[in-house]
């Protein structure tokens, strides 16, 4: 198996309040990352509080951080994403 099929495959999942808590200090936590994702990415669609979202391994670094869904990519057909730990976007 490649390393890019390797990477897409999820790490968990998380309710849809623990996924917008994580975004939330991802932007309190990076500067800039905020205006990041407004510009590249659209928002979520509101959803009901039982509704779960992937979770993948960042591939930065040491592979301490996860990245959570942040919206769905203006250019591509792809989740967008934002790493807790690094503050980087990926695209899912």
């Avoid at 099929?5 to 917008?20: H, L």
């Avoid at 979202?53 to 989740?79: K, N, T």
Wanted: proline share 4%; hydrophobic share 35%; aromatic share 10%.
């Amino acid at each position: 198996m490649s390393s890019n099929v390797g990477q897409n495959y999820p790490y968990s999942s998380e309710t849809e309040t623990e996924r917008a808590a994580a975004v939330q200090a991802a932007f309190e936590k990076f500067e800039g990352l905020r205006d990041t994702v407004a510009t590249e990415a659209t928002p979520l669609e509101p959803s009901a509080s039982n509704q779960r979202w992937w979770v993948y391994v960042c591939p930065v670094g040491d592979f301490s951080g996860r990245l959570h869904a942040a919206g769905h990519a203006r250019e591509r057909h792809a989740v967008y994403t934002v790493c807790d730990t690094c503050g980087k976007t990926f695209l899912r």
